[in-house]
C-alpha cells in the first residue's frame, strides 16, 4: 500500500544524522571506523579532543574517514561542543574517551540533551572486532593499575608454551594520522621512525626490551589482520580505562587497591570490571591488607563470577646507591600521575626505599607546559610527570629538569629517559614488573591458549 507520504508527494529519503564524536585520539577513531565510516545515514561534522595537549586543530584525513568524507574530518577542541551542536544542527553526540568519573560523563550528557541533541555511549557489541585467532584482552579499572606489565607477563608465559604472540596496544596517534594507520614496534629504531612521543615510547619499548613485537596506530582492523599473520595468540592491551577494540576468548582487568572506590565510580572501568573474566588486584606489596580485602569484596558484589589472582609489582633499581642519602627529583608515567589521578608511583617508592635524604618539590622549578599542567592537575605535589607529547614539551620538560635543584633524578617510567632526554643530572632508573602471587594459577587459566 502507497503511504500518505508518497500520495502527497513528499520525499521518504531518511535524512541524515549529524553526529559529533567526542574523544583523545583514540577511542572516537576506532569508534568512528567500526560504526560511521561508509555509513550514509550518519554525517561526522566534528570530533573533539580533550585530554591530551595540543592534538586538536588537526583533520581525521580523507584517505582515512572514507569516500563520504573528500575532506575529512575537523577535530577540534572540546571546549567548542556547544556551538558545534547549535551551527551543526547535531542530532547525536557519541561520548569516546575513557579515565573520567561517571560524573563527568554526566556532565557532558547534561550539556548536550539540554541543547537537544542525543548523547550516546557504543556498546561492545557495535565496536569489538573479533579475530580469527584467539584473542586474550587485558583491561583495567583506571589508568597506571598494571596492564601493560601484566601484559608482557601473559605474553611471557605464552612465548614459554611455543605460541607466537603479539601484543597490540590501544591508540595513541597523536602526530601525522596518515603514517599512523598501521605501526609495528619490534626494535628501537622503530620507535624513531614512528617519531614516538615519550607517552607513546613507555608503552612500546618495554616491549622492545623483551624481545617481543607490539602493534598500534589508528586502523584496528588493518592493524589485526596484520598481527594475525605472523600469531597464534592475540593480547590486547588496553589504555586509561578502556574496553577491549576486540572480543576477547579471555578478559583480564587489572585492579588497583591505592584508588579503592574507583572500580566502580569511573566510565568505562565499571564496564571492564562487570566483563572481567579474571581480575588481577596489582600492588599488593605496597597496598595495606584492608584495602585489598574490601577490593576483593567488591569485585564480588559486582561481578561473583570472576576469578582473582593477587599480584605483586616489585620494583628494582640499576644503581641504589646514587639515591641513598641524595636529594631527589622523582620522575613518574604522565598519564598515571595526571588525569590517572595517582599522586605517587614507582619512582617515588624507589627514592623513599633506598633512602633519598629529600624528595625535592618540581613544583618550583616547572615551566611553560609543564607548569600548566600542575595547574591542571593539582593533586601532584612531590613527583614530575614525564609529559613529552612534542618536542616543545618535552624541551620544557628538560628544561624543568635541569633548573631543578636535586642530586639525583629517580625515573619511575617505563622506559630509559636518556634516549629521549638531553639532561645532565645523572640519572637512576627504576622498573616493575608484575610478580603473581599464584603463578600455577595464572598458568592454568592460560592452558587453553
Not at 585492579?255 to 574507583?262: A, I, K, M, S, T
Not at 579474571?278 to 577490593?295: G, R
Request: glycine share 6%.
Amino acid at each position: 500500500m502507497q503511504s500518505n507520504f508518497a500520495l502527497f508527494g513528499v520525499s521518504m529519503e531518511r535524512k541524515k544524522k549529524n553526529v559529533i564524536i567526542m574523544g583523545a585520539a583514540g577511542r572516537d577513531f576506532h569508534n568512528f571506523n567500526t560504526v560511521f565510516k561508509d555509513n550514509p545515514d550518519f554525517q561526522v561534522v566534528a570530533f573533539t579532543a580533550t585530554q591530551i595537549p595540543d592534538i586538536e586543530g588537526r583533520r581525521y584525513p580523507p584517505s582515512l574517514a572514507g569516500h563520504l568524507y573528500p575532506e575529512g574530518i575537523p577535530i577540534v577542541h572540546e571546549d567548542d561542543l556547544p556551538r558545534l551542536i547549535i551551527d551543526e544542527n547535531v542530532d547525536e553526540v557519541v561520548f569516546a574517551y575513557s579515565d573520567v568519573t561517571h560524573e563527568h560523563v554526566m556532565h557532558k550528557a547534561s550539556l548536550a540533551t539540554a541543547l537537544g541533541t542525543d548523547f550516546i555511549l557504543l556498546g561492545n557489541n557495535s565496536t569489538m572486532i573479533k579475530s580469527r585467532k584467539p584473542l586474550i584482552s587485558i583491561c583495567a579499572v583506571r589508568t597506571g593499575s598494571g596492564k601493560s606489565q601484566t601484559t608482557r607477563k601473559i605474553c611471557e608465559l605464552l612465548i614459554e608454551k611455543g605460541r607466537k604472540v603479539s601484543a597490540i596496544r590501544h591508540p595513541m596517534p597523536y602526530g601525522d594520522l596518515e603514517k599512523q594507520v598501521v605501526q609495528r614496534f619490534a626494535k628501537y629504531e622503530d620507535l624513531d621512525e614512528h617519531e614516538c612521543t615519550i607517552e607513546e615510547r613507555e608503552e612500546y619499548e618495554p616491549y622492545i626490551d623483551k624481545g617481543m613485537v607490539v602493534y598500534a596506530g589508528v586502523d584496528y582492523g588493518k592493524i589485526l589482520m596484520e598481527a594475525e599473520k605472523e600469531s597464534d595468540v592475540i593480547i590486547w592491551d588496553g589504555g586509561n580505562n578502556d574496553t577491549s577494540f576486540y572480543r576477547p576468548d579471555l578478559n583480564f582487568v587489572v585492579l588497583d587497591p591505592h584508588r579503592l572506590g574507583h572500580e566502580t565510580t569511573y566510565h568505562p572501568g565499571e564496564t571492564n570490571l562487570r566483563m572481567a573474566d579474571v581480575c588481577i588486584i596489582n600492588k599488593c606489596d605496597s597496598a595495606e591488607e584492608e584495602k585489598i580485602e574490601q577490593l576483593e569484596a567488591n569485585i564480588r558484589e559486582v561481578n561473583p563470577g570472576a576469578t582473582i589472582i593477587r599480584a605483586d609489582s616489585p620494583i628494582t633499581v640499576d644503581k641504589p646507591e646514587m639515591i641513598e642519602g641524595k636529594r631527589a627529583l622523582v620522575i613518574e608515567d604522565g598519564p598515571t600521575v595526571t588525569h590517572g589521578d595517582m599522586g605517587f608511583g614507582a619512582g617515588f617508592l624507589a627514592a623513599e626505599k633506598y633512602g633519598a635524604s629529600e624528595i625535592v618539590d618540581p613544583r618550583n622549578f616547572a615551566i611553560n607546559s609543564i607548569k600548566e599542567t600542575y595547574e591542571k592537575y593539582p593533586h601532584m605535589e612531590k613527583i614530575l610527570p614525564a609529559m613529552g607529547y612534542g618536542e616543545s614539551q618535552v624541551k620544557d620538560l628538560e628544561d624543568t629538569i635541569e633548573h631543578s635543584d636535586c642530586d639525583v633524578v629517580v625515573s619511575g617510567t617505563p622506559i630509559d629517559l636518556k634516549r629521549v632526554l638531553d639532561v645532565s643530572k645523572p640519572l637512576v632508573r627504576v622498573r616493575y614488573e608484575l610478580k603473581v602471587e599464584d603463578e600455577d594459577e595464572l598458568k592454568d587459566l592460560l592452558k587453553d591458549f
